[in-house]
């Protein structure tokens, strides 16, 4: 015997706490992968260009952050950056621009995946009618690919909601930071981590079966819609 | 009205047309036959540059298709197509798929283009069906909301890529008789077909394509029952006899 005892207290003193943290932890999610969905989407539409320096640009850009670790990239933008800039920058901003930056390039992919996904007849039909390329894209192409990118999207926002943990290295208040915080004071890890990861489970969980059904009622739309040919 | 001069088209290395000349007056009717891969669907993709043009000139109602003062979408909303495979949009209902045009290209209101998206639709025997989605619809029916949605932006020209192959075969009159309508008001229309009894009945012109180049034309009673090349002879004995 060890002599360890679990405590419920602990559990029950640390909870208001750790929510706060898994707000912020929400926030610095939705607030990264809002900025990160239009990064995404202008560097995938970039990636689908003909135009020979656009390409390439979008490339460095997807490969360099999908190249290197989440944490890397937060101590650079944090600690590195400000250096170059010659001002700090505010740790909750940080923090939604690394997730932003880094979801991004993974949007990148997905939205490029589901545009290149949709019939090149769509495309055409859309210029036959004498649409410009970005009108056929805008109310052609880009409704049916969004319905496919739903899936993929939801996955991204449970990855990046894991990443922010990472965040901890540049003192963010979010959810790990503060479980960290409370194991300091009182030294209850077991009953403190336990309730960390708890908190991050039932946030993913929630959002991973909230994406099942999305996915099922975009695939049945899908499938009444490409039914008869 | 639709002019083509010494047209050549290659995809890489293969030439796929090989100098095509034709005209088309305005309200003549042209089918154009012949054996798959002569270059006949290629031929007509040209004609509204969905395909860009290795060499020659396009010119419909005098402007060059190529030109890069032409405004390429005016011209295809001019000059209407309508697919083998329907392309319709499946995300719109039947009503959305052919106010499109009129709202974004023409300018129209949604009420004026819902006005004339329903005549359109009632044009094609659609009237009730203005609120499906195209996969509520058998294969015929998309093909006429297809027709009805380029006929929605009043063009002067109508290009058919095969249009009933790819249908049941049940299907494939209605659609003709569509079609058959459209000529008949005097619609200038170029249509791809191996629909032989539409192209005896409706064409003013046959068009026989093969290899790229056009081999023959005329009337179609000339080209069906006194054809003169070999090639031709060739073809119409394949395509009757199967």
């Given at each position: 015997m060890s002599g360890f005892e679990f405590k419920w207290s602990v559990v029950l003193n640390s909870v208001p706490t750790l929510l706060g943290g898994a707000e912020l932890t929400l926030i610095i999610t939705i607030g990264g992968l809002l900025f990160g969905f239009i990064l995404g989407t202008v560097a995938g539409l970039m990636k689908l260009s003909?135009?020979?320096?656009i390409r390439p640009v979008a490339n460095c850009y997807i490969e360099a952050i999908r190249g290197t670790p989440f944490m890397v990239q937060v101590m650079f933008l944090y600690f590195g950056v400000p250096l170059a800039l010659g001002t700090r920058i505010p740790p909750l901003t940080a923090a939604i621009v690394a997730v932003a930056v880094n979801a991004g390039a993974y949007v990148a992919e997905i939205v490029r995946g589901a545009v290149q996904s949709i019939d090149r007849g769509q495309m055409e039909a859309g210029r036959s009618i004498g649409l410009s390329h970005r009108q056929a894209m805008l109310y052609v192409v880009w409704p049916q690919a969004f319905r496919r990118m739903i899936p993929p999207l939801g996955n991204q926002f449970i990855i990046s909601l894991k990443d922010t943990s990472l965040l901890v290295v540049i003192g963010v208040g979010e959810l790990t930071r503060t479980g960290q915080e409370i194991v300091a004071e009182n030294f209850r890890a077991f009953e403190v981590w336990l309730a960390v990861a708890v908190i991050y489970f039932v946030m993913t969980y929630t959002l991973s079966r909230g994406l099942r059904y999305v996915e099922y009622r975009v695939s049945a739309s899908e499938r009444a819609r490409s039914s008869s040919t | 009205m639709i002019e083509v001069q010494d047209l050549h088209k290659n995809f890489g290395h293969v030439e796929v047309l090989r100098g095509i000349d034709a005209s088309v007056a305005a309200g003549e009717v042209v089918v154009v036959v012949g054996p798959s891969g002569s270059g006949k669907s290629t031929f007509l993709r040209c004609i509204n540059r969905l395909e860009e043009v290795t060499s020659g000139r396009i010119l419909i109602e005098g402007q060059d298709?190529?030109?890069?003062?032409?405004d390429i979408n005016m011209i295809r909303a001019e000059v209407g197509m309508v697919f083998q495979q329907f392309n319709l949009f499946p995300h719109l209902t039947a009503l959305g798929n052919v106010t499109l045009g009129p709202r974004k290209?023409?300018?129209?209101?949604k009420a004026e283009a819902d006005d004339i998206g329903r005549k359109m639709l009632e044009k094609v025997g659609l009237g009730d069906k203005i609120d499906n989605y195209p996969s509520q619809l058998s294969g015929g029916q998309q093909q006429r909301v297809a027709i009805a949605r380029s006929l929605a932006l009043s063009p002067k020209a109508m290009l058919f890529d095969e249009p009933t192959s790819a249908l049941d075969p049940e299907l494939v009159g209605e659609v003709l008789a569509v079609m058959r309508d459209l000529a008949r008001e005097g619609m200038t229309m170029i249509v791809v077909s191996h629909e032989m009894g539409f192209a005896r009945d409706v064409a003013d012109r046959v068009i026989f394509m093969d290899g790229g180049v056009i081999v023959e034309e005329g009337k179609p009673s000339q080209i069906f029952k006194q054809p003169k090349s070999a090639r031709l002879k060739d073809f119409l004995r394949r395509v009757i006899e199967h």
């Amino acid at each position: 015997m060890s002599g360890f005892e679990f405590k419920w207290s602990v559990v029950l003193n640390s909870v208001p706490t750790l929510l706060g943290g898994a707000e912020l932890t929400l926030i610095i999610t939705i607030g990264g992968l809002l900025f990160g969905f239009i990064l995404g989407t202008v560097a995938g539409l970039m990636k689908l260009s003909g135009k020979p320096v656009i390409r390439p640009v979008a490339n460095c850009y997807i490969e360099a952050i999908r190249g290197t670790p989440f944490m890397v990239q937060v101590m650079f933008l944090y600690f590195g950056v400000p250096l170059a800039l010659g001002t700090r920058i505010p740790p909750l901003t940080a923090a939604i621009v690394a997730v932003a930056v880094n979801a991004g390039a993974y949007v990148a992919e997905i939205v490029r995946g589901a545009v290149q996904s949709i019939d090149r007849g769509q495309m055409e039909a859309g210029r036959s009618i004498g649409l410009s390329h970005r009108q056929a894209m805008l109310y052609v192409v880009w409704p049916q690919a969004f319905r496919r990118m739903i899936p993929p999207l939801g996955n991204q926002f449970i990855i990046s909601l894991k990443d922010t943990s990472l965040l901890v290295v540049i003192g963010v208040g979010e959810l790990t930071r503060t479980g960290q915080e409370i194991v300091a004071e009182n030294f209850r890890a077991f009953e403190v981590w336990l309730a960390v990861a708890v908190i991050y489970f039932v946030m993913t969980y929630t959002l991973s079966r909230g994406l099942r059904y999305v996915e099922y009622r975009v695939s049945a739309s899908e499938r009444a819609r490409s039914s008869s040919t | 009205m639709i002019e083509v001069q010494d047209l050549h088209k290659n995809f890489g290395h293969v030439e796929v047309l090989r100098g095509i000349d034709a005209s088309v007056a305005a309200g003549e009717v042209v089918v154009v036959v012949g054996p798959s891969g002569s270059g006949k669907s290629t031929f007509l993709r040209c004609i509204n540059r969905l395909e860009e043009v290795t060499s020659g000139r396009i010119l419909i109602e005098g402007q060059d298709v190529r030109d890069s003062r032409t405004d390429i979408n005016m011209i295809r909303a001019e000059v209407g197509m309508v697919f083998q495979q329907f392309n319709l949009f499946p995300h719109l209902t039947a009503l959305g798929n052919v106010t499109l045009g009129p709202r974004k290209v023409r300018g129209a209101s949604k009420a004026e283009a819902d006005d004339i998206g329903r005549k359109m639709l009632e044009k094609v025997g659609l009237g009730d069906k203005i609120d499906n989605y195209p996969s509520q619809l058998s294969g015929g029916q998309q093909q006429r909301v297809a027709i009805a949605r380029s006929l929605a932006l009043s063009p002067k020209a109508m290009l058919f890529d095969e249009p009933t192959s790819a249908l049941d075969p049940e299907l494939v009159g209605e659609v003709l008789a569509v079609m058959r309508d459209l000529a008949r008001e005097g619609m200038t229309m170029i249509v791809v077909s191996h629909e032989m009894g539409f192209a005896r009945d409706v064409a003013d012109r046959v068009i026989f394509m093969d290899g790229g180049v056009i081999v023959e034309e005329g009337k179609p009673s000339q080209i069906f029952k006194q054809p003169k090349s070999a090639r031709l002879k060739d073809f119409l004995r394949r395509v009757i006899e199967h």
